[in-house]
T-cell receptor, first 112, second 114 residues
Framework: DVKVTQSSRYLVKRTGEKVFLECVQD?????MFWYRQDPGLGLRLIYF???????EKGDIPEGYSVSREKKERFSLILESASTNQTSMYLC???????????FGQGTRLTVV | GESVGLHLPTLSVQEGDNSIINCAYS??????FIWYKQESGKGPQFIID?????DKRQGQRVTVLLNKTVKHLSLQIAATQPGDSAVYFC?????????????FGQGTILTVHP
């Protein structure tokens, strides 16, 4: 089975802190994604990466950055956390275009 | 921009009934569609997918129907069980979209009563 593992299930951070969300996949997938999920808004793409050191902005990249130094790991960085970044964050990976994406269990981040 | 949306945000059924969850999409270039199930506290799980060269695809107790003429997608769950209670998302990708990006709908909450 494909495994996408997010480092934390729950996080509480203070406004202004730098926050790192880590994601690891074990299936050698090329593509990795970060989504945030908010009630009534579904899943919105923040950033994605199609190869090591490559990244592309998604629909809502403001306030976020990403890092992909190794194929299996994709990190989401909140440079200066704000309360409007309180959300569920979902990491996903997929092998190719037009195939299913496999999701991690999510990280529920609260910024206070 | 293009979007994927759902007709009904909630659906409540009795155990044993068949459930139908609908999804409308607006991007005529969409050529790949997926249904995901998300249980409380978990990430979305793949249920079934369909490509635009097909009208229907069946899995175990689930069927996806694609009507490209009206840009409509539906998920049918046969003999719905309490364990089917979850949020269901449709998602789409298009040939013009790079690297497997999926666009998700808002989700439908399915509640199955015993």
């Amino acid at each position: 089975d494909v495994k996408v593992t997010q480092s934390s299930r729950y996080l509480v951070k203070r406004t202004g802190e730098k926050v790192f969300l880590e994601c690891v996949q074990d299936m050698d997938h090329e593509n990795m994604f970060w989504y945030r999920q908010d009630p009534g808004l579904g899943l919105r793409l923040i950033y994605f990466s199609y190869d090591v050191k490559m990244k592309e902005k998604g629909d809502i990249p403001e306030g976020y950055s990403v890092s992909r130094e190794k194929k299996e790991r994709f990190s989401l960085i909140l440079e200066s956390a704000s309360t409007n970044q309180t959300s569920m964050y979902l990491c996903a990976s997929s092998p190719l275009m037009n195939t299913e994406a496999f999701f991690g269990q999510g990280t529920r981040l609260t910024v206070v | 921009g293009e979007s994927v949306g759902l007709h009904l945000p909630t659906l409540s059924v009795q155990e044993g009934d068949n459930s139908i969850i609908n999804c409308a999409y607006s991007n005529s270039a969409s050529d790949y569609f997926i249904w995901y199930k998300q249980e409380s506290g978990k990430g979305p799980q793949f249920i079934i997918d369909i490509r635009s060269n097909m009208d229907k695809r069946q899995g175990q107790r689930v069927t996806v129907l694609l009507n490209k003429t009206v840009k409509h997608l539906s998920l049918q769950i046969a003999a719905t069980q309490p364990g089917d209670s979850a949020v269901y998302f449709c998602a789409e990708n298009s040939k013009g979209t790079s690297y497997g990006k999926l666009t998700f709908g808002q989700g439908t909450i399915l509640t199955v009563h015993p």
